[in-house]
Nanobody, 125 residues
Framework: VQLQASGGGLVQPGGSLRLSCAVL????????IAWFRQAPGKKRERVSC?????????DYATSVKGRFTLSRDSAKHTVYLQMNRLKPEDTAIYYC??????????????????WGRGTQVTVSS
């Protein structure tokens, strides 16, 4: 599987961006998909994860809950991350990653995942 992330950019605090993660050549519903981010000098953080296991569920990091929304468009084989009320601390490179769908988000192994190239998000006035 190949993943293609896009949609990053420069936005003012309080603004919004929507990131896209296109799954190329495969069916997006064959994968559990997660978004991660890494800011300079900080550890990589999982922002959100979406699984279709057990009827489906989506989880969010505490730092983004209520502001970010992950959605999946099966027809377009794309997963989106809608980011609202952005803060300077959301500045980071954002990555999408995928593992086979039989793995739940709790079992998401970054070592086993396929990663897309990152997209830079900068929140600054």
């Amino acid at each position: 599987v190949q993943l293609q992330a896009s949609g990053g950019g420069l936005v003012q605090p309080g603004g919004s961006l929507r990131l896209s993660c296109a799954v190329l050549k495969f069916n997006v519903d064959d994968y559990t998909i997660a978004w991660f981010r890494q800011a300079p000098g900080k550890k990589r953080e999982r922002v959100s994860c979406d699984t279709l296991v057990g009827g489906g569920s989506t989880d969010y990091a505490t730092s983004v809950k209520g502001r970010f929304t992950l959605s999946r468009d099966s027809a377009k084989h794309t997963v989106y991350l809608q980011m609202n009320r952005l803060k300077p601390e959301d500045t980071a490179i954002y990555y999408c990653a995928a593992i086979p769908r039989h793995y739940h988000c709790e079992e998401f192994s970054t070592d086993r995942a396929t990663w897309g190239r990152g997209t830079q998000v900068t929140v600054s006035s």
